[in-house]
């Protein structure tokens, strides 16, 4: 994988994901001995009170592996914690050797608390800096509704830029015997798509060469692209994602077939993978016709590529790629005779705010016959 030194660093940075915090609940009783020993209790043995799981599984970050089970602890110490799994990895080994298993991404303290009678918990947790300092520190709470305890938490992708609503569910007690029990609980198990043959590279890259003149191409277990072939089976073939034609090199001699994808990270860097595999199990196949998603138009701009989703009559959403993350801002729209599209959006933090504002003041002539968009820039 062919990708700059430093990009790289930045990129494992950003998988330390931050979140926010969650309050477990339980259930109201009667009799006040029982209500005392649900309270936090300091010293002594430390057993579970409360447990609730979370999972980040937003589309967009299947792509780049980011989804995600969170296993919200509340202990009778009063302490509170969240443990994350990145399912996408496919790893079912033991926590102790689970590189995508991660104890105490999140700490805090939780404590008892009451709301128009309804009793609950109320916690704070954050991610702990080397220093000791907190970041991402949040709050929330939930009460016992018929046994069953609900929060949503704010989880940040990247401390203090990038997060999102998380929903929690839990019980009074334990979920999971121990960690080990959380990973099996939620681990995948990867089915590749239907194929007739596959390409690979040596840093883990597969094409799945399917009927019809189509193909998907994967990062390890992740889907990263779409695409089309034609392959008139006396070595002359070509491959085409989005609307950049690959050349293919084949052997027909040494039944060989060959090419290289380059996958755009951000502006210029990208990643490079060199597909191969025998020639002879490609089908003879024209170009096989691209889904289009008649919602979605993606255009570019100063070397940025934008996607913008039209959810109804007024409201959309654009996005972009930064990094590893598919970066979303929900807005509105308003869309000319002509088919040029102004999106207005008001992103709520600097980061964003200042990623936003290279595109501020561009609007997008819609293509409908590709669903392109091409930049208007004021």
């Given at each position: 994988?062919?990708i700059?030194?430093?990009?790289?660093t930045?990129?494992?940075c950003t998988?330390?994901?931050s979140?926010?915090?969650?309050?477990?609940v339980?259930?109201a009783?009667?009799?006040d001995?029982?209500?005392?020993e649900?309270?936090?209790s300091?010293?002594?043995?430390?057993?579970?009170?409360y447990?609730?799981l979370?999972?980040m599984?937003d589309?967009?970050?299947?792509?780049?592996g980011?989804?995600?089970?969170l296993w919200?602890?509340?202990?009778?110490?009063?302490?509170?914690?969240i443990?994350?799994?990145?399912y996408?990895?496919?790893?079912a080994?033991p926590a102790?050797?689970?590189?995508?298993?991660?104890?105490?991404?999140?700490?805090g303290?939780?404590?008892?608390?009451?709301?128009?009678?309804?009793?609950?918990v109320?916690?704070?947790v954050?991610?702990?800096?080397?220093d000791?300092?907190?970041?991402?520190?949040?709050?929330?709470?939930?009460?016992?509704?018929?046994?069953?305890?609900?929060?949503?938490?704010?989880?940040p992708?990247?401390?203090?830029m990038f997060?999102r609503?998380?929903?929690?569910?839990?019980?009074?007690?334990a979920?999971?015997?121990?960690?080990?029990?959380?990973i099996?609980?939620n681990?995948l198990?990867f089915?590749?798509p239907?194929?007739?043959?596959t390409l690979?590279?040596d840093?883990?890259?597969?094409?799945?060469?399917?009927?019809?003149g189509?193909l998907?191409?994967?990062?390890?277990?992740?889907?990263?692209?779409e695409?089309?072939y034609?392959?008139?089976g006396?070595?002359?073939?070509?491959?085409?994602?989005?609307?950049?034609?690959?050349?293919v090199?084949?052997?027909?001699?040494?039944?060989?077939?060959?090419?290289?994808y380059?996958?755009?990270?951000?502006?210029?860097?990208?990643?490079?993978?060199e597909?191969?595999?025998k020639?002879?199990?490609?089908?003879?196949?024209?170009?096989?016709?691209?889904?289009?998603q008649?919602?979605?138009?993606?255009g570019?701009?100063?070397?940025?590529?934008w996607?913008?989703?039209?959810?109804?009559?007024t409201?959309?959403?654009m996005?972009?790629q930064?990094?590893?993350?598919?970066?979303?801002f929900n807005?509105?729209?308003v869309?000319?005779?002509?088919?040029v599209v102004t999106?207005?959006?008001?992103?709520?933090?600097e980061?964003?705010?200042?990623?936003w504002?290279?595109?501020?003041?561009?609007k997008?002539?819609?293509?409908?016959?590709?669903?392109t968009?091409?930049?208007?820039?004021?």
């Amino acid at each position: 994988m062919k990708i700059k030194k430093w990009l790289a660093t930045v990129l494992g940075c950003t998988l330390a994901v931050s979140t926010a915090a969650c309050a477990g609940v339980f259930a109201a009783c009667g009799n006040d001995d029982n209500d005392d020993e649900k309270n936090p209790s300091p010293g002594g043995e430390t057993t579970p009170a409360y447990q609730f799981l979370g999972m980040m599984d937003d589309d967009d970050l299947s792509s780049y592996g980011m989804q995600c089970a969170l296993w919200l602890q509340l202990d009778s110490d009063g302490t509170a914690s969240i443990d994350k799994y990145s399912y996408l990895s496919y790893d079912a080994s033991p926590a102790a050797e689970n590189k995508n298993y991660q104890a105490d991404f999140m700490v805090g303290t939780w404590e008892k608390t009451e709301r128009d009678g309804v009793e609950g918990v109320s916690i704070e947790v954050g991610v702990k800096q080397e220093d000791g300092s907190m970041k991402g520190v949040t709050t929330a709470m939930a009460y016992n509704r018929g046994g069953k305890y609900s929060c949503e938490l704010t989880i940040p992708i990247v401390v203090d830029m990038f997060d999102r609503g998380v929903e929690f569910e839990g019980t009074e007690g334990a979920l999971y015997e121990d960690a080990d029990e959380f990973i099996t609980e939620n681990a995948l198990t990867f089915t590749p798509p239907a194929n007739e043959t596959t390409l690979t590279s040596d840093n883990g890259g597969t094409v799945y060469v399917q009927n019809e003149g189509k193909l998907l191409i994967y990062n390890g277990y992740n889907m990263i692209a779409e695409g089309t072939y034609e392959n008139d089976g006396e070595g002359n073939m070509s491959v085409t994602v989005g609307a950049t034609k690959i050349d293919v090199t084949v052997d027909a001699d040494a039944d060989t077939v060959s090419f290289t994808y380059e996958y755009a990270l951000y502006g210029d860097y990208t990643m490079t993978f060199e597909f191969s595999g025998k020639y002879s199990e490609i089908p003879v196949a024209e170009a096989g016709e691209p889904e289009v998603q008649e919602n979605v138009y993606t255009g570019t701009y100063n070397g940025q590529t934008w996607t913008l989703t039209i959810k109804d009559a007024t409201s959309c959403t654009m996005s972009t790629q930064m990094g590893e993350f598919n970066v979303p801002f929900n807005g509105t729209y308003v869309k000319d005779e002509q088919g040029v599209v102004t999106v207005t959006c008001n992103p709520d933090n600097e980061t964003m705010q200042g990623i936003w504002a290279g595109v501020k003041n561009v609007k997008w002539q819609l293509n409908e016959a590709d669903h392109t968009m091409t930049a208007i820039a004021e």
